[in-house]
């Protein structure tokens, strides 16, 4: 019986909370957008952000072959964030 009441008070206070820090209208819009795309399309452009920098490198271009080799971790960044979405989401409270 007991337990039952503090299970209740957790789910209250977690729900009061995340309604405090629920996300904005842009950012759910964004995060439907991004939650559609598949995961893969992030790692196929760090791949081939790498591939084109390292084919920069050996043309002896090397400060555009360090611009596109910068663009990796952004992608691999962005791709962690499209898998939380889809997995957590950032609102745990249905509106």
């Known amino acids: ?3 039952n009441r503090i ?3 957790q789910r209250n206070t977690n729900t ?3 309604e405090r820090h629920s996300e904005g209208p842009v ?3 964004i995060e439907e ?3 559609k795309l598949p995961s893969d399309i992030f ?3 760090a791949g081939g952000a ?4 390292f084919a920069l490198k050996t043309a002896r271009r090397d400060h ?3 611009f596109v080799g910068q663009w990796v971790a952004p992608f691999l960044i962005l791709g962690l964030y499209n898998k939380l979405v889809k997995v957590a989401g950032s609102d745990r409270v249905s509106n």
């Open 16 to 18: 009061g909370e995340a």
């Open 27 to 29: 950012a759910k819009a």
């Open 33 to 35: 957008q991004t939650a």
């Open 7 to 9: 299970e209740a008070k």
């Open 50 to 53: 790498i591939l084109c920098s």
């Open 1 to 3: 019986m007991q337990e």
């Open 43 to 45: 790692l196929w452009a």
């Open 64 to 66: 555009q072959a360090l």
